[in-house]
Nanobody, 115 residues
Framework: QVQLVESGGGLVQAGGSLRLSCVVSGSIFGINVMGWYRQAPGKQREMVATITTGGNTNYADSVKGRFTVSGTDAKDLVYLQMNSLKPEDTAVYYC?????????WGQGTQVTVSS
């Protein structure tokens, strides 16, 4: 089992920045991908950014150049630095970790960007 706990969400004005953190614990040795997803009201959950244990990253087109995902070599922390935030970035952000067998999710943290 893997447990994930997010923090760092909040209310920010458009153009501002936030940094989300995710503490990962449990059977982390089997994790091969970690990342961030988000779900806005009335919309499906979507991938925001992922990072593999090898350090390869992938971003949604809507956040490229504004968001940066990073993690520790120990796979116990994952971050999402969000710059130049837009109102359309408003959503609940979820930390996720995947092994070859399972996907694990945090409880989510609310990010609200005001115009």
């Amino acid at each position: 089992q893997v447990q994930l706990v997010e923090s760092g969400g909040g209310l920010v004005q458009a153009g501002g920045s936030l940094r989300l953190s995710c503490v990962v614990s449990g059977s982390i040795f089997g994790i091969n991908v970690m990342g961030w997803y988000r779900q806005a009201p009335g919309k499906q959950r979507e991938m925001v950014a992922t990072i593999t244990t090898g350090g390869n990253t992938n971003y949604a087109d809507s956040v490229k150049g504004r968001f940066t995902v990073s993690g520790t070599d120990a796979k116990d922390l994952v971050y999402l630095q969000m710059n130049s935030l837009k109102p359309e970035d408003t959503a609940v952000y979820y930390c996720a970790a995947s092994t070859f067998r399972n996907d694990y999710w945090g409880q989510g943290t609310q990010v609200t960007v005001s115009s």
